[in-house]
């Protein structure tokens, strides 16, 4: 069944939430998207900040918010790249062990010579070059000899350009599909591009009638999942492109990061169910790639005010989604994206405001994204939607996690407590033994010490989980000691929720200490 009807899935391009562990072999140590933008004066993103931008683990610097309204998290990258294709391809599910191929010294022959016997025309270019000097210098030759001006960038592109009286269009067209067809296993690149041009030499100029043809992601993806379950799947943007097409119902296209939100506030109008899948492109192409972290700012800030007027227009069975594909780091020594976390923000009738941490590999959004739509689709990735929707398996969650901080050398038996209080703060903690053994302080106790020690003092329910060497097998139920101490300071409907792995089971205060001491 499914537990929402509509997912917005809004991708701000490049937005990345600082350098991942491994930026430094992708040249991007101390890589920070966000962190530029801040240090610029155009940065106001109230409604980013009242979801809870700023409790992502990392991002303080963009103000904290003690109660914020959305579910955060910030995600690593799995694949081994770090653009939009292959960002959105581990986003829908699909990871990447190889990035998309780039040539920086142009094609090798083998590609030239069947691309040119497959076409019948010579080859002129075939280097990395900018698609404006490209025409400049070649334009001419191309005229007079019929030869295509093949060229590439930085990405992993294969374009053609050819002047549109030379060669029509759909001539143009019908050599992209050769090439896209061609262009397959380590000669797969993410886009080969028709550019065609018109003018004379010296003058000439690009026309609107530019067409791209994406690679395929190499399996199916959730699109696909969502798309032969009968759900929706809306486009808005170059999503399309990305996904050359596969898994998608619907595509609107879209001139820029204006016409994506506009055309996402049309569909929120709109009956569907489904996913609408946007991607706002302009914070990569316009500012990130052109080192701009001031116009990168006022353009997240627009958005930020397109977002106060859209987050009223959800319905209480709608998921929204903003998050990010990589980074571009405006104020870096290059103009290419950096290999960063992303963030992720949700937000819902039905979500929760818990933190979510930092989670591993984009994918989490493709499960997350068919467990809301109630469709089977599996993947590497873990679905966030239980600790979004379930306080009781969020604490549970938490707990599991704070085994990683135990301090229990005599024992090897790990023990993590998450506690919600009445002001909504979740506090974990740990085992913590001695050589004296005696002193030992219980996971649960180190959670209560740290809340009673900050003035907490209502108690809502706490999560418990352990195991020896910190592998979860079953439950852990908490010691005399602990159940002592949770009944001078809780009510006897208190929760306490054992943690199993995937699973917990709830108890109250009463049932564990039927009949405990007080003076
Ligand atoms: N332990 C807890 O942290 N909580 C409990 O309720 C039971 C026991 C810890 C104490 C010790 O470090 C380890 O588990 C093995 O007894």
Redesign the pocket.
Known sequence: MEKFKRVFLIVLDSLGAGALPDAAEFGDEGAHTLLSLSLTDQLFIPHLRSLGIGSIEGLGFLGTNEFPKGAVCKLSEESNGKDSTIGHWEMAGVISSNPLPTFPDGFPDEVINEFCRLTGRGVLCNKPYSGTQVIADYGEEHMRTGDLIVYTSADSVFQIAAHEEMVPLNELYGYCETARKMLVGKYGVGRVIARPFVGQPGSFTRTPHRHDYSVEPPSETVLDALKAAGREVISVGKIRDLFASRGITEAIATSGNDEGMEKTSQAAEREFCGLCFVNLVDFDMLYGHRQDAEGYAAALSRFDRWLGAFLPKLRDDDLLIITADHGCDPSDDSTDHTREYIPLLAYGKKILPVNLGIRQGFADIAATVAEALGVEYDCAGKSMLAEMTDIRAHLAERAVSATAH?Y?P??G?K?G?ALLCGSGRIYTG????NAAYSP?I???RTAFAKAVSEGEREFKMIA?A?GNGGIITGI????GV?RQVMSEFCQPDFEIILAKPEEYECHTLAELLPCGFSI
């Open positions: 135990s229990s005599y024992s038996f023990v407590a740990c085992n913590v033994e030992t219980c996971a649960e418990i352990g852990c139920p908490p010691c602990c």
